[in-house]
C-alpha cells in the first residue's frame, strides 16, 4: 500500500479544548491542545479486523500538518458494521505539533460504523419507495436522513426543491459527510 493516491485527510477536532484554530502551525510553535486527523487508508476492513494489530498499515512519511517527523502512537479501537468486535485501527503522533494521526479504512466517515455506500443506498431506497432498508436499524436511518436534510439546508439553503441524492453526491464531493447531523 502507498500513501499516494487514496489518502487524505479530514479535520476532526480539538481534543480536550475550545480552540479553533485550524491554520498549519510552523515548525517548533506547540499549540496547547492536539488535533487529531484522520486519514483514509485504501484497506479492507475484513483484512484489517482479521490480521489485527498485525496489519501492515502505511506510514506516513511527514506530518500532514507541520510537515515533521511522525511516531507510532499505538492503537485505538473502531466498531464497523459486520464485525461484533472492535477492530484495531493504527495511530501516529506528530511531536512536533501534538497532531495525533489515526489511519481508517477508505469508504467510512468519522464516527460512522456503515459504509458511505451502505449510508447511501439506505436514503435512495427511502426517498424511492418510501420504505426503510430491513436489514438495518431504522433509527439509524432516520438519524441519517435527518443528518442529510440538515446538510441541505446549511449548504443549500431553505429554497432547495432539489433531488435530496442529488445534494447527497454533490455534499460528498465536497468532503462534507453528508448524513452528519453536526455541521
Not at 12 to 38: A, E, H, Q, Y
Not at 144 to 157: C, K, Y
Request: glycine share 12%.
Amino acid at each position: 500500500m502507498s500513501l499516494g493516491k487514496g489518502l487524505f485527510f479530514i479535520f476532526v477536532g480539538w481534543f480536550g479544548g475550545g480552540c479553533s484554530r485550524t491554520l498549519p502551525l510552523r515548525k517548533g510553535i506547540k499549540p496547547k491542545n492536539s488535533i487529531i486527523l484522520i486519514l483514509s487508508v485504501d484497506a479492507c476492513v475484513k483484512k484489517i479486523f482479521h490480521l489485527g494489530k498485525k496489519f501492515p498499515w502505511p506510514r506516513p512519511g511527514k506530518c500532514p500538518r507541520c510537515r515533521g517527523r511522525i511516531w507510532g502512537h499505538g492503537f485505538t479501537t473502531g466498531y464497523f458494521d459486520g464485525f461484533r468486535d472492535p477492530v484495531w485501527l493504527k495511530r501516529y503522533r506528530c511531536p512536533d505539533c501534538r497532531v495525533v494521526i489515526k489511519l481508517r479504512p477508505k469508504g467510512y466517515w468519522p464516527r460512522f460504523q456503515s459504509p458511505i455506500e451502505t449510508i447511501r443506498r439506505s436514503l435512495s431506497h427511502r426517498l424511492t419507495h418510501h420504505k426503510w432498508l430491513p436489514d438495518l436499524p431504522r433509527s439509524r436511518q432516520r438519524h441519517w436522513l435527518r443528518g442529510l436534510r440538515r446538510q441541505v439546508f446549511f449548504f443549500f439553503g431553505a429554497g432547495w426543491s432539489g433531488d435530496l441524492l442529488e445534494a447527497f453526491d454533490a455534499l460528498r464531493s465536497q468532503g462534507v459527510l453528508a448524513a452528519s447531523r453536526g455541521i
